[in-house]
């Protein structure tokens, strides 16, 4: 496959190009590997934090909110919607405050707010407390766009298709744990009554796996304070130990383990650029329309499966139990990990731009495949229950998980482009000064997307359900529209390459 320009050249490890747009054919430049393991186990937090509470949370949701089966997901919606736009609002200021203030502070905060509201939300006891928690716990969580730039400052565009793949491993990793102990500590008291005998498990059933996961975020605090380098050009506060001559290749200065890129910041790197500045750049504007689209399909399908799961299988769902709900979310990120460990190979062998493409094209087929399992559950379901508990101790079959599996895969195949959006943002930012603020425009993008997303396509999915339009299917209808869409908004990227 032919591109107007080298995505990847052939002993490059990604895209190059010097100011006359000639390719720069590089070694990659070693990486320092303890300063990513420690922004990579900071990043970790965020994701077992975020998912830990999928597996019980429309169990939770019906309880506080007096709801049934598929009529959960009005409420749920609204619920993830409200973390959604905190996020939104969150995510650019956290991304401009980092660019001024350092990421390191940002970091600090935002991972301390986490643990917080993550301990709270066990103890909510009222659907309007569940709500308020994640309005609040959403302004936390938009520290992604400062760690994001951090893992952007100890890479650079020779070893970034490993650098960034790793991270997005360990984010998949997270929803692996995270799912894990969701399911397997909430209600403690039921599971283990000889251990459990205070009283506080049985009133509050979920506070257990919060618990947990609030303290994986305060360790996550205390790396940042203790161990994690700041690595904002304009507050490293180093001399370099040596200056490069004009002729040097920057990019192949020798790191140790520990330290940042030694080499002397130029102007780009210490004045950022203006919002309206970076909006001005062609490329940057199509890349923030992708991660938007991306950002829409990812948390929509995040949100219908596990409301399709936990639906009793006469509206259309798989009648899982919170149990079985963790295991496949645990798989799906359990999935994740290889495929990610395949992109710098993918990258180096199709290109950037074509993983990305087919990364969008996933989706499509990920959304078409959806109803198909709960028909597979229904064929192999002897009996329908009016509700979903009263389904919850009812066998799966193979064939069931089979086809839960594949949807899973495909959709894993669809968040590689996570991975690439992050790398086409560093790309495209001029100056590391600003990756702060481009990275928080990609996230705002996606954090638009995502507020709006979830609450559509849950409260499509209760009134196509309930209502049994299109089979109990036009919610899907609707997602392939959004996802078709999002193939286009990538494909448009292609055209702005050369800038």
Excluded at 91 to 116: C, E, K, N, Q
Excluded at 479 to 495: C, D, H, N, P, Q
């Amino acid at each position: 496959m032919s591109y107007p320009y080298p995505d990847t050249p052939d002993d490059a490890t990604v895209d190059g190009f010097g100011e006359s747009g000639s390719v720069r054919k590089t070694e990659p430049t070693p990486l320092p590997k303890i300063q990513l393991a420690v922004i990579y186990a900071i990043k970790l937090t965020l994701p077992i934090a975020l998912s830990q509470s999928i597996p019980y949370y429309n169990v939770l949701i019906e309880k506080l909110a007096a709801s049934e089966g598929a009529v959960t997901g009005y409420y749920s919606g609204l619920a993830n919607g409200a973390f959604s736009v905190s996020r939104l609002v969150a995510t650019f200021l956290w991304g401009y405050v980092s660019d001024s203030r350092g990421r390191i502070p940002v970091i600090i905060l935002g991972t301390t707010g986490t643990a917080l509201f993550t301990l709270l939300f066990g103890l909510s006891q009222t659907f309007s407390a569940v709500l308020v928690n994640r309005l609040l716990a959403g302004l936390f969580y938009g520290i992604t766009g400062a760690i994001h730039s951090v893992v952007g400052e100890l890479s650079d565009e020779t070893n970034q298709s490993i650098a960034f793949p790793l991270y997005d491993i360990i984010s998949a990793l997270g929803y692996v744990v995270g799912p894990m102990i969701g399911g397997t500590l909430a209600e403690p008291a039921k599971k283990w009554p000889n251990l459990f005998t205070n009283p506080v498990w049985t009133s509050y059933p979920y506070l257990l796996p919060c618990l947990v996961s609030a303290a994986i975020s305060i360790g996550a605090t205390l790396l940042t304070v203790f161990v994690l380098e700041e690595t904002l050009p304009s507050k490293r506060g180093h001399k370099p130990k040596r200056m490069l001559e004009p002729e040097e290749d920057p990019l192949i200065v020798p790191l140790s383990d520990a330290t940042i890129i030694d080499v002397v910041p130029n102007v780009a790197d210490l004045q950022p650029l203006s919002v309206r500045e970076l909006l001005s750049i062609p490329v940057l504007r199509a890349v923030f329309t992708a991660s938007g689209a991306l950002g829409f399909a990812g948390a929509c399908f995040n949100d219908t499966f596990v409301l399709m799961a936990y639906t009793p299988l006469h509206q259309g769902g798989l009648a899982f139990s919170p149990a079985q709900i963790g295991r496949a979310l645990a798989v799906m990120g359990a999935v994740s990990i290889p495929l990610k460990l395949c992109m710098p190979m993918l990258l180096r062998r199709f290109g950037t731009l074509a993983v990305f493409d087919f990364s969008m094209l996933a989706w499509i087929v990920t959304f078409a495949s959806m109803p198909l399992a709960s028909l597979v559950a229904q064929q192999a379901t002897t009996s329908t229950f009016a509700r979903a508990d009263e389904e919850t101790s009812r066998s799966t079959s193979v064939g069931e998980w089979t086809m839960v599996g594949f949807i899973l895969f495909l959709s894993r195949l669809g968040c590689l482009a996570f991975s690439i959006i992050m790398i086409l943002t560093r790309d495209h930012t001029p100056g590391s000064a600003s990756l702060g603020t481009a990275n928080g425009l990609s996230e705002l993008a996606q954090s638009l997307a995502m507020a709006v997303g979830p609450t559509i396509a849950s409260s499509l999915f209760a009134f196509s359900a309930s209502k049994h339009i299109l089979g109990g299917h036009l919610w899907v209808v609707f997602m392939l529209l959004e996802v078709a869409f999002g193939s286009w908004t990538a494909r448009r990227i292609r055209k702005y390459r050369n800038d």
